[in-house]
Structures are given as C-alpha cells and as structure tokens.
C-alpha cells in the first residue's frame, strides 16, 4: 500500500502545517509520497522532501498545475494514480476542488474531511454539523479523502526524502486560469492561526467590530466571525467560521458576541481553549467555554485591549 498526498503550495511554499497534519493522519497506511505541483515549486518540494514520515516527494513542474487549476491537478493525480492505493490531502479550498473530480474519475467515492481513520478502508468523519460521527468503510480499490486537519498533531522536520521530477499530462485544456483576488492581510491566515478572536451579531455593527480587530492584532490572532456578523455585513464572508465557513481549532478561541448556535460550534469546538464574552449567562456558547465571562463585550474587550 501506498498514499499519494497531494500537497498544498502557497506563493511557492508549502502549506507545512496543513501537510504535516495531513501526514500524521496517513501515517499507518503505509508508504507517503507527497505531490508538489506547479512552476517554481522547488522550494515547496524541498520543505516537503524535510518532514518526517514522507517517503518520497513528486514534483511535477509544470505551468498547468499553477494557480491550483482543479481540472489540470486531477488528470495529474489520476495519471498516477496506478501506483497508490490512497490518494489524500488536507481537506483545504484546492483539494476540496481536486479530490472530487479525481475520484470521478476513477469512478469511486470522495470520502470528505475525514478525522480519524481506522484502518487501510475505515473512516471516520463528522455528519450533522459534527454532531455525530460516521463511520465509513469503503470497498472501493482506491480509497480518495480529504483530512479535516484541526483532528491531528502536524509531523516535524527531519525527514531527507529523494524528489523525484516528473513530466505531467499538462493542460487539461477545460478551464484557464484569469486572475486571483486575494485579501491583502497582515494577521495570520484563519484556518492555520494559533489564536482566533471572533465577532458575532452582539458586535452590533461593521465599525465596532474595530474592537474585535484591535483584540485580535493585540494577539497576534487571525480575526473570524458568525454568520449573523458576515450576513449583517459587519465582517467579510471570508471571515466566517462554521459549519458553511471555515474549520479553526487554533490553541485560543475567542468569541465576542457569538451565542454558540451548533453550525458555529461545528466550526470551532475542536480549540483547544475556548473563550466566550456573552452578556447572556444562558447563552449556549458558554457550554464549550473554558472561560465564560459574562459582559458587555464593549466594556470587556476595550478593558482588555487597554490591559495588553
Ligand atoms: P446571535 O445568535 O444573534 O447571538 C448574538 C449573541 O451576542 C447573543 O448571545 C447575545 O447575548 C450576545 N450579545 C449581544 N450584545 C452583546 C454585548 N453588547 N456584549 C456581549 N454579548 C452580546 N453560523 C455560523 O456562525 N457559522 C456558520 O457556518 C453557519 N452555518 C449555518 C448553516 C446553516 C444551514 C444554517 C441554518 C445556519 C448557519 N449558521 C451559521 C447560523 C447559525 O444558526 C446562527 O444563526 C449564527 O451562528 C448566530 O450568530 P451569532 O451568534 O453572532 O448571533
């Protein structure tokens, strides 16, 4: 048995987190060759050849897999696809674009964000909201999955993997890439972020989640809020965490305003610490708290901003 483990490459660098936890996930399947595709990846696949448990990196160098075009990585994956018996990756906006369409390909099924597995055909994965776990089991020759990363520990350096270079089908000629329009930020990136401080409808408006920002550089945390707060328009949609957002569990969490409906909780009950300012001591949020404070959050953050 073997995995391919399609990996993420940002502005020509690894996803190293993303990746190593991926890593950990497959790492009693067998044999782990990571596939770093794209022009000017050299520094990705080197980053990936270091972490441990990797047992050789393909780099397939080639302007087709730029930009992560989903069609052009598919027929990539797929051509190696002979040779694995898993093929995986961090379940992230590319692979969760890729995985799919590779698994139609070879006509199985997609086994999305798994959080466990079992053995070499048993999943396990989170359904309604992360309210109960499936257990799946697949018969297909060729299992296909994304990992939920926020399940498992990221895989250190060490590792001296060969890369091994290699000439793709290229162009798979249905899509062209145009532009990326990409937020200019300075705060870490959501789903990889240590610490998260998070706005909900409590913040009552897109000028005070100021506050929430101020709180979040004074953290060095990545900003994230409800859906009621991006639906209202006080923050970004890409901003949203949950169930139809994004998936943190960064080692601090901090909910501002947030009444902890179970669509949000399924997007961050995995943190390690959990904070909650709510001026409702009923509030469900308070239920995941590991500190509950009960305040008006426009007494309570401006008092810790000041104290930071
Ligand atoms: P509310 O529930 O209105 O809570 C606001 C809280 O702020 C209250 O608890 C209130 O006590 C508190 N508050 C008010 N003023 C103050 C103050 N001055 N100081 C302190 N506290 C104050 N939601 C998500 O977040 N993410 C998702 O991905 C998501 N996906 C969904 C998918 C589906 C299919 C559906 C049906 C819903 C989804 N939702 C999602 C919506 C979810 O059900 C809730 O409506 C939403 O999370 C509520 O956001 P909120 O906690 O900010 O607002």
Redesign the pocket.
Known sequence: MAVLLIADVNDGHLATDQVGKALTAVAGLGEVHVLVAGLGGDAAAAEAATLQGVSKVIFAEDHAYCHGMAESTAALVVSLAGGYSHITGAATAFNKNVLPRVAALLDVMVMSDVTAVIDAETFERPIYAGNAIQTVKSSDAKKVFSIRTAAFAAAGAGGAAAIEKLAGPGEAGLSAWVEDRVAASDRPELTSAKVVVSG???V?SKESFAIIETLADKLGAAVGA????VDSGYAPNDW??????KVVAPNLYVA??????I??L??MKDSKVIVA????EE?PIFQVADYGLV????TAVPELNAKL
């Open positions: 909900g409808r409590g009552g409800s859906r009621a707060a949203q965490v949950g169930q139809t957002g501002c305003g947030i009444s902890g409906a669509q949000h399924a997007g300012i709510n001026k409702d509030a305040a008006d959050l426009f």
